[in-house]
């Protein structure tokens, strides 16, 4: 069965920078994408970044473009996020995701357990 570890989060000023973590654990033969969703008080969970196709194709959501990286090290199996220029809307729970396309579709693989980012001052 898939696992998903998350760490990095914290506390942050603004202008700063936190880079999370995803460790994999067991088999990874079924996933075929990997994301940081982020749950914002007051709105719906959201997908920030997204990687696929071995690390060839990624997407990000607008508020977080230029600002944010996402890198998958494959060897290590490990899914990493970058983030620069934190500011306080980017307060909130981050999720590592793994998921799997099949039938046309994607579909929920694996959830990590959440990590808490905090920006104030």
């Known amino acids: 069965q898939v696992q998903l570890v998350e760490s990095g989060g914290g506390s942050a000023q603004p202008g700063g920078s936190l880079r999370l973590s995803c460790v994999v654990s067991?088999?990874?033969?079924?996933?075929?994408?990997m994301g940081w969703y982020r749950q914002i008080p007051g709105r719906q969970r959201e997908l920030v970044a997204a990687i696929a196709g071995g690390g060839t194709r990624t997407n990000y959501t607008d508020s977080v473009k230029g600002r944010f990286t996402i890198t998958l090290d494959a060897p290590k199996k490990t899914l990493d996020l970058q983030m620069n220029s934190l500011q306080p809307d980017d307060t909130g729970v981050y999720y590592c995701?793994?998921?799997?396309?099949?039938?046309?579709?994607?579909?929920?693989?694996?959830w990590g357990q959440g990590t808490q980012v905090t920006v104030s001052s």
């Open positions: 067991g088999s990874i033969s079924n996933i075929n994408g």
């Open positions: 995701h793994a998921a799997t396309f099949e039938n046309g579709r994607w579909f929920d693989h694996a």
